[in-house]
C-alpha cells in the first residue's frame, strides 16, 4: 500500500477515463468480447504482491445485457457489494473499472479457464500494477484445515510498527466460527473495513478488496511468550502477525486479548489553534465556476458538518455513504454538510471528476469542493485554524453561529459491527445538541 504479465494490452495506459467510441458498432462489440472473458457466476480472484497471495471475492452478473462486476467484502454484520459497472473491451482485454477508486482490473483469458492480468492503480505517483489471476466457481478465500474452538474471536489490544518502529495503537475485534473468521481493526483514524479469512491450524489469515485497496493480515499465536493454553479447546491470550497492503506496504502487528480494549476518545484528537473558533476558507466547488465558503448565505443560521474527505479514501467511502441519505432525511431541520475533497491530483480538472463521480455513486445531495491534495500538510495549509489534522476522514460540527463546536478524528464504519452502530448515534446526538440550540 513488479512486474506484470506481458500478456497486458495497451489498454494499460488508457488513464482513468473510461473508454469511450462514437461507433455504435464498436461499443457493442466491445460488450460482447468483455461478456466472454466475464462468465457470470462467483469467482475468487488473487493479488500476487510482496511474495504473498492476497486473495478476494467478486461475482459477475449481466444486467441490461452487459457484465456487472460486484467486488463482495465480509465482515462481523454482514457483507457488501461494490458494484462495478464500468466495463470496457480492448482487443482481447477486458478492462473493469473498480466503483470510485481511480482504478481498474485489466484481464484476459489465458486459454486454461482462467483470467489473468494486473490490478493497476491510475492515480499513484509511480507506475501501479499487481499481477492477478481469477478462477471461476464458488471458493474459500483461503484453504483451511478443521479448527478446535474459536481462539481468536474476542477483543484484542492490538499494536502496529512500521518499518522504521514508528507505531501505532488499534483494537481488534474478531468472530471465529469454525474454520471462518471475520473481524476488524480500529485506529484512530478509522477502521480497516470488512475482513474476512479462515483459520489454518493455528495461523488465522484476512483480507480485503475494495478496488482502490488489497490488505492482508496473518495472525499466529505468539508462543513465544508462552501464552497459548490448552483445556478442552485452546485459547489464545496474545497474537503477532504481519500487515501486507498493495505491493510495498508492511507493517507488523501485536495483539494481547483485552474485552476492555479502546481508542483515545476521537472528539478530543483534532482541534483548533488557540484562540480560533471558526473555519475561514473558500474552495472552487465541483460546480465549475462556483465556489463555497461556511460565510454563504445558504449556511447561516443552520448546523454545518464539514466532512474532510478523499475519493480514495475507503473510511471516507463509508462515512459518505451514511451521510448522503442522512442529509436527504434531515435537511429540512436546519442542518447542511460541506465535503471538503482532498484528491490525488493538485489539478482541478483531473480532482473535481474524481468527487463528481463519488457524488453520482452515493447520490450525495450536499455541496462537494475541491480543497487540496490528500496529504496532512495540504489540509493543514487550507484550513490554518486548526492546530493538529491527523488523518481521513475528519469531521467538524459547526453551530448556527458558524463556530466550531466539536471536531471528530476517523470513523467506525460498517465493518466494525457495534462501533459502527454506536457511531452513528454519537453523529445523530451531536447534530441534535446543536440543533436544539
Request: proline share 0%; no cysteine; hydrophobic share 30%.
Given at each position: 500500500m513488479k512486474a506484470y504479465p506481458l500478456l497486458l494490452s495497451a489498454v494499460l495506459l488508457a488513464g482513468c477515463q473510461s473508454a469511450t467510441t462514437t461507433d455504435t458498432a464498436q461499443a457493442g462489440a466491445g460488450t460482447a468480447s468483455a461478456a466472454a472473458l466475464l462468465t457470470p457466476g462467483p469467482w475468487r480472484g488473487e493479488l500476487a504482491a510482496q511474495g504473498q497471495k492476497i486473495p478476494f471475492l467478486f461475482e459477475v452478473k449481466t444486467e441490461a445485457g452487459k457484465p456487472v462486476v460486484y467486488l463482495i467484502n465480509k465482515g462481523l454484520n454482514g457483507e457488501e457489494r461494490l458494484r462495478c459497472d464500468e466495463i470496457s473491451a480492448a482487443g482481447d482485454s477486458a478492462t473493469i473499472k473498480l466503483h470510485v477508486f481511480d482504478?481498474?482490473?485489466?484481464?484476459?483469458?489465458?486459454?486454461?479457464g482462467k483470467l489473468r492480468g494486473a490490478w493497476v492503480k491510475y492515480?499513484?505517483?509511480t507506475p501501479y500494477r499487481v499481477p492477478l489471476v481469477a478462477t471461476a466457481g464458488e471458493q474459500p478465500l483461503f484453504q483451511s484445515t478443521a479448527a478446535k474452538g474459536s481462539p481468536f474471536s474476542g477483543t484484542?489490544?492490538?499494536?502496529?510498527?512500521?518499518?522504521t518502529g514508528k507505531s501505532y495503537p488499534a483494537v481488534g475485534i474478531f468472530k471465529q466460527t469454525g474454520r471462518d473468521?471475520?473481524?476488524?481493526?480500529?485506529?484512530?483514524?478509522?477502521?480497516y473495513r470488512y475482513l474476512a479469512g479462515q483459520m489454518d491450524g493455528s495461523t488465522m489469515r484476512f483480507s480485503t478488496f475494495d478496488g482502490g485497496h488489497a490488505f492482508l493480515f496473518i495472525g499466529k499465536p505468539n508462543n513465544s511468550q508462552g501464552i497459548a493454553d490448552t483445556l478442552n479447546d485452546q485459547v489464545y491470550t496474545k497474537i503477532k502477525g504481519d500487515y501486507y497492503s498493495g505491493k510495498s506496504g508492511h507493517e507488523t502487528w501485536t495483539a494481547t486479548l483485552d474485552p476492555k480494549a479502546k481508542l483515545p476518545d476521537a472528539d478530543t484528537l483534532t482541534y483548533l489553534k488557540k484562540g480560533e473558533s471558526r473555519l475561514n476558507f473558500k474552495f472552487p466547488s465541483i460546480v465549475q465556476g462556483s465556489s463555497i465558503s461556511p460565510t454563504d448565505p445558504k449556511y447561516r443560521g443552520k448546523v454545518v458538518v464539514v466532512q474532510i474527505l478523499g475519493s480514495w479514501c475507503p473510511n471516507c467511502m463509508d462515512e459518505t455513504a451514511y451521510l448522503a441519505p442522512w442529509y436527504a432525511q434531515n435537511k429540512a431541520r436546519g442542518v447542511e454538510v460541506i465535503g471538503l475533497g482532498?484528491?490525488?491530483?493538485?489539478d482541478y480538472d483531473k480532482a473535481a471528476p474524481r468527487l463528481r463521480k463519488l457524488k453520482e455513486r452515493y447520490h450525495i445531495g450536499y455541496d462537494l469542493a475541491v480543497a487540496g491534495t490528500s496529504d496532512k500538510d495540504s489540509v493543514a495549509a487550507s484550513l490554518p485554524q486548526l492546530a493538529k489534522f491527523l488523518g481521513f476522514p475528519t469531521t467538524i460540527f459547526l453551530d448556527k453561529k458558524g463556530v466550531v463546536r466539536?471536531?471528530?478524528t476517523g470513523f467506525s464504519g460498517p465493518g466494525t459491527g457495534q462501533y459502527y452502530e454506536d457511531e452513528k448515534a454519537h453523529f445523530n446526538r451531536t447534530v441534535d445538541k446543536l440543533l436544539k440550540e
Open positions: 482504478a481498474a482490473l485489466v484481464v484476459r483469458a489465458d486459454g486454461q492515480d499513484s505517483k484484542w489490544k492490538t499494536e502496529f510498527k512500521d518499518k473468521v471475520t473481524g476488524t481493526f480500529l485506529t484512530t483514524t478509522g477502521d482532498y484528491e490525488r491530483s493538485a466539536s471536531i471528530r
